[in-house]
C-alpha cells in the first residue's frame, strides 16, 4: 500500500501548482482557528476546561456547551498545527525545491506550536487579558508568514517586474502599518471591555484610566480606524489617478470595502453596547482587513533599485518627443 501510494504521488513529490493549493489551504486553516477561538472567548467558554491539555482531568469535555465549546477548539487547533506540518513536508517535497518556501513554510508548525503554549498559558492565567492578546497577535503574525507563503509560491523567483512607483508602493505600505495599529488598538478596546476575559462574570479588564477606560480607549481606537479609512480611500484614489494595474486597483477596493464594513460593524456594535455576536464579527473582518492589506502589499511588488529607476527616467528624459 505505502509503495502504491508513493507511485501515484511520484515519490511524495509536489508540483508547483499542487503547492499553493497546500498553502492556501493551510492559511485558510489558521484564519479558521482566529475566528472559531475568539467564539469560544466570547461565549464566556474559555475556562470551560479549566486544565490543558485535558478538560477536567479526562480526555473528553464533561456534556457542558462551555466545555464542549472550549474542548473543540482544542481539538481543531490540533488539526491546523498537524495541517501546517503538512504545508512544510509538502515545501520539502515540492520539485523544483525552493529553500525560500522551505523556511517561511517552517515557521507555520513553529508559530502553531508557540500559539499552542500561549493557548495553555492562557488557560493557566484564567485567560488575563495579557496572554489572550499575546494568543490573538502570534496569530496575525503567523498570517505574515501565511500570506507570503502563498504569494511566493505564485510566482518564481524575479518573475515579477519591481515597480517604478515609489509613491504608491510606499503608501500601500504605510496600509499595513496603519491595518496592524487598528488591530492593537482593536485588542486594546477588548481587554478594556466586558469581553476582556477571565471567568464568567469575573472579567479582569485593562483599565489604564480607571472606571473610564473602555470609553477613553473606545475612542482611540477610533480614531486610528478612522485616519486607516480615510488613507485606504485615498490611496484607491491615487491608484485610479496613476492608471494602474487593474490587479493593484482591484485590491485596493477590496480593502477599502472591507475596511468599510469594519467600521460600521464597529460602530453598531459600540451603539448596541458591546453584543458578543457583533463583536466576533468585528474579529472576524479586522482579521480579513489584516490579511487583505498584507496581501495588497505583496500585489504592489518591490521597487526597482534607486539607481535602475534614476536610469530609466534618464533614458525617458533623451528619448525625443516624436518617438513616444
Known amino acids: 500500500m505505502f509503495a502504491r501510494l508513493r507511485e501515484k504521488t511520484n515519490g511524495f513529490t509536489v508540483?508547483?501548482?499542487?503547492?499553493?493549493?497546500?498553502?492556501?489551504?493551510?492559511?485558510?486553516?489558521?484564519?479558521?482557528?482566529?475566528?472559531?477561538?475568539s467564539g469560544v472567548r466570547l461565549t464566556d467558554s474559555g475556562l470551560g476546561c479549566p486544565d490543558w491539555p485535558r478538560c477536567y482531568g479526562k480526555a473528553y469535555?464533561?456534556?457542558?456547551l462551555n466545555s464542549i465549546l472550549e474542548f473543540g477548539n482544542r481539538v481543531l487547533s490540533g488539526l491546523v498545527g498537524l495541517g501546517t506540518f503538512l504545508?512544510?513536508?509538502a515545501a520539502m517535497r515540492r520539485r523544483p525545491y525552493r529553500r525560500d518556501l522551505a523556511l517561511l513554510a517552517w515557521f507555520l508548525p513553529?508559530?502553531?506550536?508557540?500559539?499552542?503554549?500561549l493557548g495553555a498559558l492562557s488557560v493557566e492565567s484564567e485567560l488575563k487579558y495579557e496572554w489572550v492578546m499575546a494568543h490573538f497577535t502570534g496569530s496575525m503574525i503567523i498570517a505574515i508568514a501565511g500570506v507570503a507563503l502563498i504569494w511566493r509560491s505564485m510566482h518564481e523567483p524575479g518573475s515579477r517586474p519591481r515597480?517604478?512607483?515609489?509613491?504608491?508602493v510606499w503608501s500601500i505600505r504605510g496600509l499595513v502599518v496603519f491595518t496592524a495599529a487598528a488591530w492593537i488598538s482593536g485588542m486594546a478596546t477588548t481587554a478594556a471591555g466586558p469581553h476582556a476575559g477571565g471567568n464568567p462574570g469575573e472579567v479582569d479588564r485593562w483599565e489604564p484610566r480607571g472606571g473610564d477606560s473602555l470609553e477613553w480607549v473606545v475612542h482611540r481606537h477610533g480614531r486610528v480606524a478612522d485616519?486607516?479609512?480615510?488613507?485606504?480611500?485615498?490611496?484607491?484614489?491615487l491608484l485610479w489617478?496613476?492608471?494602474a494595474s487593474r490587479e493593484l486597483r482591484l485590491n485596493s477596493t477590496i480593502f477599502v470595502v472591507l475596511v468599510g464594513i469594519q467600521g460600521l460593524i464597529g460602530s453598531i456594535q459600540w451603539n448596541q453596547q458591546l453584543p458578543a455576536e457583533l463583536v466576533w464579527l468585528h474579529v472576524i473582518f479586522g482579521t480579513l482587513c489584516w490579511i487583505s492589506a498584507l496581501w495588497f502589499a505583496c500585489v504592489a511588488g518591490r521597487l526597482r533599485?534607486?539607481?535602475?529607476?534614476?536610469?530609466a527616467r534618464s533614458d525617458y528624459e533623451r528619448t525625443p518627443l516624436s518617438a513616444l
Open 305 to 311: 533599485p534607486a539607481d535602475e529607476r534614476e536610469e
Open 241 to 243: 489617478r496613476r492608471k
Open 87 to 89: 504545508v512544510a513536508f
Open 15 to 37: 508540483t508547483p501548482e499542487q503547492f499553493t493549493k497546500i498553502a492556501f489551504v493551510g492559511v485558510l486553516m489558521l484564519t479558521l482557528i482566529v475566528a472559531t477561538g
Open 227 to 237: 485616519v486607516l479609512g480615510i488613507l485606504a480611500v485615498g490611496v484607491w484614489l
Open 163 to 168: 515597480s517604478d512607483d515609489k509613491l504608491a
Open 61 to 64: 469535555p464533561p456534556a457542558d
Open 110 to 117: 513553529l508559530g502553531a506550536m508557540i500559539q499552542a503554549v
